[in-house]
């Protein structure tokens, strides 16, 4: 059974011919990929080999024509339609978009910290389809972007806060804006920082924007 993390990756998975599962650990994503008919073929990738045993042993018998396990860091030279990369850092992310020899033309991205910059690398490459927040014990980001040869254009506030929460706020973004706000004026306790007090002024603006939409 997938967690609500797990659930909310595959969910984002366009439907695609060949999907690459990076860091796939269990390969729990790229196998409900392939079972929800998401994608006809899945290459498993990780970087640690028991990590990617796990994934051979839990493919059943009748996907072996459709799936490939490689050990390796990050795509290097896999040529994929769509690439899962989630429960990583935005750099390490980052790091495997940039040593990719070809970018896949859909990505699913799921990263625990420097969504900022993410972001910034696909508004490169990418047109960013779906950008929120969700809570699954903690709060996460789920990025979906698509290649675009002029990229796209995201304002100061989407490139921080996620260009769907901005646009179709909801109530787990709210929590996570509020949680935040209480976090920085705690700091402001303790020291006077202006980039905290910057920081806080932003969060707070946004988040009283988006407690009036959802009243």
């Known amino acids: 059974m997938l967690t ?11 439907r695609c011919t ?18 929800l008919g ?17 994934a051979k042993q839990n493919c059943p018998q009748n996907f072996e024509s459709k799936v490939h396990f490689v050990c390796q860091d990050g795509l290097q030279s896999l040529n994929v339609d769509c690439a899962v990369i989630a429960g990583m850092g935005g750099l390490e992310i980052l790091s495997i978009l940039n040593n990719a020899d070809v970018l896949p033309q859909k990505l699913v991205l799921q990263p625990m910290r420097n969504q900022q910059e993410v972001r910034k690398f696909l508004c ?3 047109n960013i389809t779906c950008d929120y927040t969700f809570f699954d ?8 972007a698509e290649k675009s ?32 706000q209480a976090k920085l004026q705690q700091i402001l306790q303790q020291c006077n ?21 959802l009243q």
């Not at 998401?38 to 796990?54: G, M, R, Y």
């Not at 007090?197 to 407690?211: E, F, G, Y």
């Open 137 to 144: 014990g903690k709060f996460y980001d789920l990025v979906v």
């Open 4 to 14: 609500k993390r797990l659930e909310k990756i595959v969910q984002a998975i366009p």
């Open 38 to 54: 998401k994608a006809n073929n899945v290459v498993f990738v990780d970087v640690s080999q028991p990590s990617l045993h796990k």
């Open 149 to 180: 040869p002029t990229g796209c254009v995201l304002t100061e506030d989407e490139i921080q806060f996620g260009k769907s929460n901005l646009a179709t706020p909801c109530a787990d973004f709210a929590l996570f804006l509020a949680k935040e």
């Open 124 to 126: 490169k490459h990418y």
């Open 18 to 35: 060949s999907l690459a599962d990076v860091g796939c650990d269990h390969g729990y994503i790229g196998l409900s990929a392939l079972t």
């Open 193 to 213: 920082d202006s980039n905290v007090q910057h920081k806080l002024q932003r969060v707070s603006a946004v988040l009283a924007k988006i407690q009036e939409e």
